[in-house]
């Protein structure tokens, strides 16, 4: 798996970002957002339990996220296809505001080694990659657990102080000074 200090890889994949069919697919690659900081979150499937629930609490945060100048980018293997119809039907999913890309050929979740061979889906793992597209932090759970949008938000805050920062500390409070 690809780790903290590592360049996130290249890549070119089709989100959806509107229900509107005429305008519901954009393509996106790592050359998206110059200069922002970026947050992968990948889900196993569409479709299932957990995920919404992940899903639908990041897009609560967006707002939140974007104000440190980041950009949240949610990731599974399914097609925009898959993503558009899981849009359409889930009411927590309906206005989110970042494109749910596809990873249908897997080529993103093998680079970066989080390919659950197994399941034949990606691992459930977060990635905050700065703004010279090198990760600063690796966040995977169990594929039946959810993980927690605070805790990420928590974390990037903590990184762009460019501060140590000690345990559970939250923005605002003092970092370590040596």
Not at 15 to 37: E, H, R
Not at 61 to 67: G, L, P, S, T, Y
Request: aromatic share 12%; hydrophobic share 40%; net charge negative.
């Amino acid at each position: 798996m690809l780790t903290v200090g590592e360049k996130f890889p290249a890549f070119e994949l089709t989100g959806v970002v509107s229900l509107d069919p005429k305008n519901a697919f954009q393509i996106f690659t790592d050359q998206n957002f110059p200069g922002k900081w970026k947050v992968f979150f990948f889900w196993p499937k569409d479709f299932t339990f957990v995920c919404p629930t992940e899903i639908a609490a990041f897009g609560k945060m967006n707002k939140e996220f974007a104000a440190r100048d980041a950009q949240l980018l949610g990731v599974s293997i399914d097609s925009e296809y898959v993503h558009l119809a899981w849009r359409e039907s889930h009411p927590d999913l309906k206005n989110l505001p970042f494109p749910m890309l596809s990873d249908i050929k897997r080529d993103l979740s093998e680079q970066l080694g989080i390919l659950d061979l197994k399941a034949g889906v990606s691992q459930r793992a977060t990635f905050i990659v700065d703004n010279e597209n090198v990760i600063r932090f690796v966040y995977v759970t169990d594929l039946s657990i959810g993980r927690n949008p605070q805790e990420v938000l928590r974390v990037l805050d903590a990184l762009q102080t460019g501060e140590l920062c000690p345990c559970s500390w939250q923005r605002g409070e003092e970092t370590i000074h040596v």
